[in-house]
């Protein structure tokens, strides 16, 4: 047994290679919190209320994204990044509403980071902008990890993913300050359990706000705006977040 990571050993195990590995890692890490902490200030001095989206692919963030720009547009003034590995197709979605949008395709990337989000904005007008929505590439593992500069991270799980999601990815619930569970009009066709996924999410983070929603019949979507018009209110009066 390996005494530094706790490994059996194959042939020729060195620990250099994997000390290098984790030198690079923080390395990358230190730089992405130092561009984060640029973009928060940034958000701060405009009063912009920034949120990180997260979720694993086809839970239906794209969906509520369109939702909530579309029903609170006339109160408050949205931008949203959309983060893929290919294509345009949300940004295109979102810019369809009238929402400005810009899309960052990451290529082999699976998650955003702080210097992408950093030069993203610059396509929006940021003193006409009260909420930014930062639709991250779908992956319920690295985009935990990387802070954005955002003010809230909030995660959307749909029961069609497994209600035990967040005992099998516990960091990105515990990073999470907000959890939506998504498509509970099709609680009646699938093996869902909502009290386990609820007491699954909530014995990782106690605090967690969780909202039950569908974007198809809009159940709970009032929830989630008044919490979302809260914390940019709280944003805007420097009082601490809703979360």
Same mark, same amino acid.
């Given at each position: !047994?390996?005494?530094?990571?706790?490994?059996?050993?194959?042939?020729?195990?060195?620990?250099? +290679?994997?000390?290098?590995? %984790?030198?690079?890692?923080?390395?990358?890490?230190?730089?992405?919190?130092?561009?984060?902490?640029?973009?928060? @200030?940034?958000?701060?001095? *405009?009063?912009?209320?920034?949120?990180?989206?997260?979720?694993?692919?086809?839970?239906?963030?794209? $969906?509520?994204?369109? *939702?909530?720009?579309?029903?609170?547009?006339? =109160?408050?003034?949205? /931008?949203?990044? *959309? #983060?893929? =590995?290919?294509?345009?197709?949300?940004?295109?979605?979102? +810019? @369809?509403?009238? &929402?400005? /949008?810009?899309?960052?395709?990451?290529?082999?990337?699976?998650?955003?980071? +702080?210097? !992408?989000?950093?030069? #993203?904005?610059?396509?929006?007008?940021?003193?006409?902008?009260?909420?930014?929505?930062?639709?991250? %590439?779908?992956?319920?593992?690295?985009? @935990?990890?990387?802070?954005?500069? *955002?003010?809230?991270?909030? &995660?959307?799980?749909?029961? $069609?993913?497994?209600?035990?999601?967040?005992?099998?990815?516990?960091? !990105?619930?515990?990073?999470?300050?907000?959890?939506?569970?998504?498509?509970?009009?099709?609680?009646?066709? %699938?093996?869902?359990?909502?009290?386990?996924?609820?007491?699954? /999410?909530?014995?990782?983070?106690?605090?967690?706000?969780?909202?039950?929603?569908?974007?198809?019949?809009?159940?709970?979507?009032?929830?989630?705006?008044?919490?979302?018009?809260? @914390?940019?209110? =709280?944003?805007?009066?420097?009082?601490?977040?809703? +979360?």
């Amino acid at each position: !047994m390996c005494t530094d990571c706790g490994c059996s050993p194959p042939p020729k195990h060195q620990h250099d +290679a994997a000390k290098k590995t %984790v030198q690079i890692e923080k390395n990358l890490l230190d730089k992405n919190d130092r561009l984060a902490a640029q973009n928060r @200030a940034r958000f701060s001095d *405009e009063d912009i209320l920034v949120i990180n989206l997260l979720s694993s692919p086809g839970s239906g963030k794209t $969906t509520l994204v369109e *939702e909530t720009v579309t029903d609170l547009g006339a =109160q408050l003034r949205f /931008a949203v990044l *959309e #983060g893929d =590995q290919q294509t345009s197709h949300d940004a295109d979605r979102i +810019a @369809a509403t009238g &929402t400005p /949008a810009h899309q960052i395709n990451t290529g082999s990337g699976c998650h955003l980071d +702080a210097h !992408m989000v950093g030069h #993203g904005v610059e396509h929006f007008t940021l003193p006409d902008t009260d909420v930014l929505i930062i639709e991250n %590439v779908g992956n319920l593992v690295c985009p @935990a990890s990387f802070d954005l500069g *955002e003010d809230l991270k909030a &995660t959307v799980l749909s029961v $069609t993913e497994g209600d035990d999601k967040p005992l099998k990815y516990p960091q !990105m619930f515990r990073a999470s300050d907000v959890l939506l569970i998504n498509k509970i009009d099709l609680l009646p066709h %699938v093996r869902f359990d909502l009290d386990a996924c609820r007491r699954y /999410a909530l014995g990782i983070r106690p605090d967690l706000k969780i909202f039950e929603i569908s974007c198809y019949d809009k159940t709970g979507m009032n929830l989630w705006y008044n919490w979302l018009k809260t @914390a940019h209110k =709280q944003k805007t009066s420097g009082t601490s977040s809703c +979360a």
